[in-house]
């Protein structure tokens, strides 16, 4: 019989379920957990003469507690020591060994060093799919800075080589950018690329698209798309909206300004995404020097997003 700990005992008998508790019950209920693990298993550590490894669905839980909470690797083992719920959530319990902070970091780099970030995403996608959830009719485009520190305070003395300074409006910002392709009916990420930040977002279209799209949506920084070598051939509508300047002198009751209020309300769906991946799930400013680790880590979050996005439609 397992041996229950003090904190267990007392978190068995509280009368009320915390906002933390909910989300993480959700999320262990939408992941799907199995098909992840597959795509990891190949890669894990087995077991052999050294100590032996966590199991693969425990070190898999805690990394994605890890993102949903935007943690550091020795503040995700400080929360699995304290918090009785993200121990739950991971099969984890004091009266065993807890994964140090070195253990989380390997677990990282191992998804890191295969790349596996977009296998994943690809899973999710394809789990929602067989869910119901199409993404093959229209496109919208948009790309998000996120910013990365400008200290020279490092080992290297340097900025990170590959991110950059861009100016939006009248201010200026160091990072990297983020370029998402979402469904149109459904609001689900189907497509990223990642970029330093002064890369145009017109240059990442091609790579956001799964070239099954009937339509594709943009802002006023897509202008002139269609004439682009890549989109030579492409057999769809673009509907791109008007500069600010433009639109302005429209009258306020013609067709022009009401089919963009159309192209601006079908437009506000890829404002979704960024709001939780930024807000909610934190990922407002890069945790990692170079462009590889935080792609890595955003298909994942992007995933994450799908099947909360997913959900949702569902309700």
């Known amino acids: 019989m397992k041996q229950v700990s003090f904190s267990e005992a007392e978190y068995s008998v509280k009368k009320r379920k915390t906002r933390r508790e909910k989300f993480l019950e959700q999320m262990d209920f939408l992941i799907p957990w199995k098909q992840l693990e597959k795509k990891i298993r190949r890669y894990y550590a087995k077991e052999g003469n050294g100590r032996k490894p966590y199991p693969l669905n425990v070190m898999l839980r805690v990394h994605c507690m890890q993102l949903f909470y935007n943690l550091s ?9 304290e918090i009785e719920s993200m121990r739950r959530f991971a099969g984890l319990s004091l009266n065993q060994p807890i ?15 295969h790349n596996l970030g977009i296998a994943l995403f690809a899973t999710i996608n394809k789990h929602l799919v067989r869910e119901g959830l199409s993404l093959k009719e ?5 790309a998000t800075i996120i ?10 003395n340097k900025r990170d080589p ?47 698209l799964h070239g099954k799209e009937e339509r594709i949506w943009g802002d006023a920084g897509y202008i002139g798309i269609e004439k682009r070598e890549e ?5 769809v509508e673009w509907f791109i909206a008007k500069r600010p300047g433009k639109l302005k002198v429209l009258p306020k009751e013609s067709n022009e300004r009401q ?40 298909y994942l979050l992007a995933g ?3 099947l909360i996005r997913k959900n949702q439609l569902a309700c």
């Open 304 to 306: 994450f997003y799908n």
């Open 147 to 156: 910013s990365a520190p400008t200290s020279t305070k490092n080992k290297t």
């Open 259 to 298: 089919t963009e209020r159309i192209k601006a309300q079908v437009r506000a769906k890829v404002e979704h995404p960024f709001l939780w991946i930024k807000k909610m799930f934190g990922y407002s400013k890069v945790r990692y020097r170079g462009l590889s680790k935080n792609q890595n880590r955003l």
């Open 162 to 208: 590959e991110m950059s300074q861009t100016k939006k409006g009248n201010e200026w910002h160091f990072g990297m950018k983020m370029h998402i392709g979402v469904d149109d009916a459904t609001g689900c990420i189907h497509g990223i690329n990642t970029t330093s930040a002064n890369k145009h977002d017109i240059t990442s279209v091609d790579k956001l």
């Open 138 to 142: 229209g496109t919208i485009v948009d």
């Open 231 to 235: 989109h030579e051939g492409r057999e």
């Open 73 to 81: 690797d020795p503040g995700m083992e400080d929360a699995l020591y």
């Open 99 to 113: 994964p140090d902070e070195s253990t989380i970091l390997k677990f990282r780099h191992l998804l890191e060093k």
